[in-house]
């Protein structure tokens, strides 16, 4: 009989949990998910791949695990096999036994005691700062891993699409270097398994949901960086693909079920139409095409609305949550799913995890729409990325001079007006740029003064600011005549880890970003405090607003005009209150309400007033 493949050995090697059988005769070469815990919500369902195994049979020889049900898909090669563990089951090696006729393999699948307080772990909040980063682009901690046997792709560093080399070493180098920058949470782009034989890197083409990409690392390095940047006051958000996988994924050449993915008579894209799921008017035909298109060539369209298919990603994910003890996870793609299918998801993941977080990509340029998937008509939708905000946040700040009416900062003002749409607008993540985007410091003419400005609002608004690797030291594209993703996603510098790699004009963009930062996490106002704004005057192209606490009001004044303004104090009394004297945070100069006083031009300035 055939063996278990290399690879399936590998990846339960660097899982670190057992995995046994009779290798000489066992026709099993994988079984998904490799290893579970005690306690948990989730329903356990493993997936049995070999040649013809779907015609066994499946029992539990070891008490406090039973065999509840079996189901075999379209293919002869995969076996689901329904798994119910009691109440008083322990952690331990628990036997499972294939039979087929005379044919025998025994299994010893790991049950591990889950952690204490894992079901009630805490995910982002308005508190935290998130610091999205893509490993290959990061920095290179170990050129061992470069390459792969295992993989198809080798590393190619002077390409503006081939890998790079980065990997989970570099980021546990820069641990003490995000500490000091001030973030408090990392999303890395995904880190699993992506076999494509090019442009491989950004990870989204999945190749298996359950092992980390070798040229990254390891599942345990994996585990260990996690738990290394929770001591460090730094928690970790996994991005997960369940609209999508690779073609290189290895269940590709023999689905479970005809329907595993969506497929067509030829290769057919998606419409890209996901406003088609909230559209009263929209054809059927329209709606399937954004749902079931594949996103890309490389990217087979998975079915979740089979219902095998949908407790995949929900176990899957929920297994990386508990083995890396991950704070939340970022979805990918999330309107391109059938909406009742991935609303479904999010409630399993929510109801394993009430307080964790799952991010939600929605792109959509208008409130409404983003809003239509944190509302819903489900009872739990996502915490949804704030991508009207980011539109209009590059708008506003390339609109200096003389704007016409309802442009420059009025565009805050006005997207910001729209937040009655939200459920919870302090829950929204909020951003100048991510991978997907031209980086802020190219779309704001490479203005060092600007790019403060802008990291100043998402410092000081409602929502839970994410920010770019590398936008702290100015990284962007080699050649700024040539843009787009490859050449954007440019390699972090190793020697910006520490003060004196960098040059003066990074280091003082770094040093303000770090201070903003720092200062944030002891501002309870700008965490939870009432936002209220004023509209800009036509001829200033400033904004004004305040996070509002009864002992703490932050002040925030954007001048993105090109003449200083001076401060009506009166103007502003509402926001002021009883506030008296006050500290502007950056420069540390103190204030009293009704001095004369000025905004400089392109500068963002704000004040705090404790004590009221």
Not at 106 to 123: D, M, N, P, V, W
Not at 483 to 506: C, N, Q, Y
Not at 577 to 602: C, F, R, W, Y
Request: charged letters at 20%; hydrophobic letters at 40%; a negative charge.
């Amino acid at each position: 009989m055939k063996k278990i493949a290399f690879f399936c050995i590998l990846m339960y090697m660097t899982i670190g949990f057992s995995f046994a059988s009779d290798t000489n005769s066992s026709p099993i070469e994988r079984m998904e998910p490799p290893c579970w815990w005690t306690g948990m919500e989730t329903p356990l369902q493993l997936m049995l791949y070999g040649i013809d195994i779907a015609a066994g049979q499946v029992v539990c020889l070891t008490s406090g695990m039973e065999v509840v049900a079996l189901h075999r898909g379209d293919s002869p090669n995969y076996l689901f096999v329904d798994l119910s563990i009691s109440d008083k089951a322990g952690a331990g090696v628990y036997e499972l036994q294939w039979t087929s006729g005379k044919k025998k393999a025994t299994i010893s699948y790991a049950l591990h005691e889950r952690q204490a307080l894992s079901k009630e772990r805490e995910g982002l909040s308005p508190a935290d700062v998130v610091y999205l980063l893509m490993p290959d682009r990061y920095l290179n901690g170990d050129k061992a891993n470069d390459n792969s046997p295992l993989t198809a792709e080798e590393a190619a560093y002077d390409k503006d699409y081939g890998r790079h080399g980065g990997d989970l070493a570099g980021i546990d180098k820069s641990l003490d270097y995000l500490q000091e920058l001030g973030v408090t949470a990392i999303w890395p782009t995904p880190v699993t398994l992506d076999n494509e034989p090019a442009v491989s890197y950004h990870g989204y083409a999945c190749a298996d949901y359950y092992l980390i990409d070798p040229r990254f690392g390891t599942n345990l390095q994996y585990r260990d960086l996690v738990n290394k940047a929770g001591r460090a006051g730094i928690k970790f958000i996994q991005d997960i693909v369940p609209n999508h996988c690779g073609t290189a994924h290895w269940w590709m050449k023999d689905l479970p079920f005809k329907d595993w993915i969506n497929t067509f008579s030829e290769y057919t894209r998606s419409n890209f139409a996901m406003s088609t799921h909230m559209d009263p008017y929209a054809a059927k035909a329209d709606r399937d095409l954004c749902v079931k298109g594949w996103f890309d060539t490389s990217m087979a369209d998975m079915n979740l609305t089979n219902p095998f298919v949908l407790h995949y990603f929900i176990q899957a994910t929920v297994w990386w949550m508990e083995y890396a003890g991950l704070a939340g996870v970022r979805i990918d793609t999330y309107p391109y799913s059938d909406e009742t299918a991935i609303s479904s998801y999010t409630a399993a993941l929510r109801k394993e995890y009430p307080n964790a977080t799952v991010v939600a990509e929605c792109w959509f340029h208008e409130p409404h729409q983003v809003a239509y998937w944190e509302r819903g008509p489900w009872p739990s939708g996502p915490t949804v990325m704030d991508f009207p905000m980011q539109d209009e946040l590059c708008r506003a700040l390339t609109e200096d001079r003389s704007p016409e009416w309802g442009r420059g900062v009025t565009r805050l003002y006005n997207v910001l007006a729209n937040d009655y749409v939200y459920k919870n607008p302090n829950e929204l993540l909020i951003f100048a740029e991510n991978h997907d985007t031209n980086r802020i410091f190219e779309m704001l003419g490479r203005n060092p003064e600007k790019l403060k400005m802008a990291y100043t609002f998402l410092a000081t608004t409602r929502g839970i600011p994410q920010i770019y690797y590398g936008s702290e030291i100015l990284l962007c594209a080699a050649d700024p005549a040539n843009l787009g993703h490859g050449p954007e996603r440019r390699d972090m510098p190793a020697r910006v880890l520490v003060k004196e790699g960098r040059d003066p004009i990074e280091q003082n963009v770094y040093d303000y970003i770090s201070k903003l930062l720092q200062w944030r996490k002891t501002s309870e106002a700008v965490h939870s405090g009432k936002l209220l704004h004023y509209l800009p005057k036509y001829e200033e192209n400033m904004y004004v607003y305040f996070r509002i606490l009864p002992n703490e009001r932050v002040m925030v004044l954007i001048n993105n005009g090109m003449e200083s303004v001076k401060i009506d104090w009166e103007r502003y009394a509402q926001g002021l209150g009883n506030a008296v004297k006050g500290k502007e945070v950056m420069s540390g100069m103190e204030i009293t309400v009704g001095q004369p006083a000025e905004v400089p031009a392109q500068t963002a300035i704000f004040f705090t007033f404790a004590g009221l």
